[in-house]
């Protein structure tokens, strides 16, 4: 049970904020290749987005929509192409390391999106004007002005039935992708978000370390 804070301003249901920040899951497998999911719906979630903090409070955000079939299969090829090499190298390091909590699941999971990724009803491609350049800060905060608006998005996605998950595989070839799709080369692209309808019953929060665990107050603690 959550300990209810008692503050000034808005009254949320904390039961049901937390569940949705806790049963927003990777969507690979549960994902319902046979169900259209309209345009608007995609749009209504990409409104929410926008209300998403930005450096500066300038949304330098554009959304590109891959619903095209041909198009779709493009970019999945991209996806497949640097898909391969990647899961060979989790693998072999999954193998030195003798684990097996869960990542089993999560890699079968994973060899499914790669196979069935062009019939997604939609890839979303969230990009942000400009390129990263600079100090870590500066391209901390380049980045840091589009992905809480590409979590927002997932959110509200979850809360009209729609699965995702964040894959950044086919930014290994961010170029052709650009090419495919007409992209400017002064846009950066940050991610790659397959959207349906998800299948199956409701989610549930994923393992995790307690926050204490992780958590140091004033300083590092070793």
């Known amino acids: 049970m959550a300990v209810l804070w008692v503050a000034m301003g808005d009254n949320f249901d904390i039961d049901q ?6 049963t927003t899951r990777a969507v690979r497998k549960r994902l319902d290749l046979t169900r259209a999911v309209p345009r608007e719906l995609i749009i209504d979630c990409i409104r929410i987005a926008t209300q998403a903090p930005a450096g500066g409070n300038v949304q330098r955000w554009r959304w590109i929509v891959v619903d095209d079939p041909r198009l779709k299969l493009g970019i999945a090829e991209l996806y ?3 898909y391969e090499p990647y899961m060979a190298a989790q693998r072999e390091a999954v193998d ?3 684990r097996a909590d869960g990542i089993g699941a999560i890699m079968d ?7 069935v990724i062009h019939e997604v009803p ?3 491609i969230p990009c942000n004007l400009g390129a990263p350049a600079g100090s870590q800060g500066m391209v901390a905060g380049f980045y840091g002005s589009i992905l809480p608006a590409v979590w927002s998005f997932m959110l509200a996605a979850r809360t009209r039935g729609l699965g ?7 930014l290994e070839y961010e170029a052709e992708a650009r090419d495919l799709l007409g992209i400017p080369s002064t846009v950066t692209q940050v991610a790659l978000t397959p959207v349906a309808y998800y299948t199956g019953d409701t989610f549930k929060p994923g393992a995790r ?3 204490e665990e992780i958590t140091y107050f004033n300083g590092w603690k070793s």
């Open 109 to 115: 999971s994973s060899d499914h999106l790669a196979a």
């Open 122 to 124: 939609a890839l979303v």
């Open 209 to 211: 370390r307690a926050g």
């Open 96 to 98: 030195l390391a003798g």
């Open 80 to 82: 497949r192409r640097a």
């Open 17 to 22: 904020t937390d569940r949705l920040l806790t």
């Open 164 to 170: 995702t998950a964040w894959t950044t595989l086919h």
